[in-house]
């Protein structure tokens, strides 16, 4: 695969002024680029599952918008991928994007390429990431969903050279039965999975939950909030072994119980791209099985749905060597995750409308006495869609999370590529972002994207956060800009 480690070198030596000449142009012809192929490609080239199935994107993806589902397509996965026939089951998608941060310097920040710069590829276009996709039926009962993805810009090695990454992205493969009749629709299945929460049909969780795209650690370290929940900050991510059962009745009631543990041994197949020893990549381990349960209650009526839910999962992690990327056995620290979430959408051609909703409550009780006082999170999330005529859209979302204070857990914020450059004043994890998008998609296997990233609270404070710099708040803010392309 071809690098880009060294793409930014001749635009750096370039003006402000000069670089938004070289980019502009740039940008163009990569949007340009990616329109022609949507374009060439639409009538032969679509996803898996619309070959599979015989349906438009619209008819899985609530306004074309991938991967927010539509009662149909909630149907689809949680009876095993299998409606439809069996037919060429590999497909892509490749993603292009260029992030702006509104201050990408700080004078604490050390990383191996320079003294001061946060992000290398601010400002630059880049080729972000590229997926493989395995999926469809494989049986009348079975089939599944296998993502395998390749990150450009995954770490920098000493000499500040960024190194790509290939691994096993969202898997999900599942045996399910519906049992049909005039009064009763049952729907039972198993799921075998690598991720908490890929499993799961409503946008409100996190794993699927938006946004549906974000810069990544070369562009920004600021995509998201610092300090989030296990349940949705993707620490078992691609990591682990999850095994679980789940009935749906009657498209009101819906639960599921999993539990995971560390795809290791026979499941070491769900872990690719993660091993002992990566410090990088490493392969996190939990302590015995982390139980995982999902209740959901259910309603359609007309053009619209509502779902209300509680999800739960409880998991005990060993710390990692920083140094080593090996895990140190021996005590470890437990967290307890429940919470409520909510989803309703109205599908009525030409109008698109969905929200979502998440609260969680997060227990912490770390028996390695590294943490002095780390016993709770509770994080907050809402977003609302607006899509027309299944071309162009815009939502908005509020995320964020208050906690207690911890002299040792919070007051360091790392960067992408694990180099301290921010220490709380506070030692508090509370942080608030807002993040409005909008978009376009001029066919049904492609999406082009502005969003921004609105930060008024970060580790605590709105301003002077950080002890070692008065770097505020809002100097974490970035602008998102992305093509997004399925084939």
Request: net charge negative; hydrophobic share 35%; charged share 10%.
């Amino acid at each position: 695969m071809k690098q880009y480690s060294n793409y930014a070198a001749p635009v750096e030596m370039c003006s402000n002024t000069d670089k938004r000449r070289l980019l502009f142009p740039h940008l163009c012809l990569l949007v340009f680029a990616f329109l022609y192929l949507g374009i060439a490609g639409h009538s032969q080239a679509v996803p898996t599952f619309a070959r599979q199935t015989g349906q438009s994107c619209v008819a899985c993806h609530a306004g074309g918008q991938f991967p927010e589902l539509t009662p149909y397509g909630r149907i689809f996965k949680l009876t095993g991928y299998t409606i439809g026939s069996q037919g060429n089951p590999f497909s892509g998608m490749l993603v292009s994007d260029l992030t702006r941060n509104r201050n990408n310097v700080d004078a604490n920040y050390v990383s191996p390429a320079t003294s001061s710069t946060i992000a290398s590829q601010n400002n630059i276009p880049i080729v972000d990431f590229g997926s493989v996709f395995i999926a469809g039926k494989l049986t009348d009962n079975m089939g599944g969903f296998v993502q395998i993805t390749y990150s450009v810009y995954d770490h920098q090695d000493n000499s500040g050279n960024w190194r790509g990454h290939l691994g096993l992205d969202n898997t999900d493969l599942r045996y399910a039965n519906r049992f049909l009749n005039s009064t009763n629709d049952l729907i039972l299945g198993v799921t075998v999975h690598n991720s908490p929460g890929v499993q799961d049909v409503w946008n409100s969780t996190a794993t699927w939950g938006y946004p549906y795209a974000s810069s990544n650690g070369g562009a920004s370290a600021f995509a998201g909030l610092p300090i989030t929940t296990k349940l949705e900050d993707g620490t078992l991510a691609s990591q682990a072994a999850g095994v679980g059962g789940y009935a749906y009745w009657n498209k009101t009631v819906y639960l599921e119980l999993t539990g995971y543990q560390t795809a290791t041994g026979f499941w070491k197949f769900l872990s690719q791209g993660y091993k002992l020893g990566d410090q990088n990549n490493p392969l996190i381990y939990s302590q015995g099985v982390s139980p995982y349960m999902r209740l959901a209650f259910t309603h359609e009526w007309k053009d619209q749905s509502l779902m209300l839910g509680w999800v739960g999962m409880n998991t005990n992690l060993y710390q990692m060597s920083a140094d080593t990327g090996l895990p140190q056995f021996g005590p470890v620290t437990h967290y307890q995750d429940q919470g409520v979430d909510a989803q309703y959408q109205y599908l009525l051609d030409p109008h698109t409308v969905t929200a979502h909703f998440r609260y969680i409550r997060e227990n912490i009780n770390d028996d390695t006495n590294t943490n002095s006082n780390s016993n709770y999170l509770n994080s907050l999330y809402a977003k609302v869609t607006y899509i027309y005529r299944n071309q162009y859209g815009a939502d908005v979302a509020y995320k964020s999370v208050k906690g207690s204070t911890d002299n040792n857990a919070y007051n360091t914020s790392l960067s992408p590529a694990g180099y301290s450059y921010a220490s709380s004043a506070l030692s508090s994890p509370s942080s608030t972002l807002w993040t409005p998008e909008i978009f376009w998609l001029p066919v049904q296997n492609m999406r082009i994207g502005l969003q921004y990233n609105l930060f008024t609270e970060y580790l605590g404070a709105s301003t002077h956060y950080d002890v070692n710099s008065s770097r505020n708040a809002s100097d974490n803010n970035s602008a998102f800009l992305y093509a997004w392309f399925a084939f």
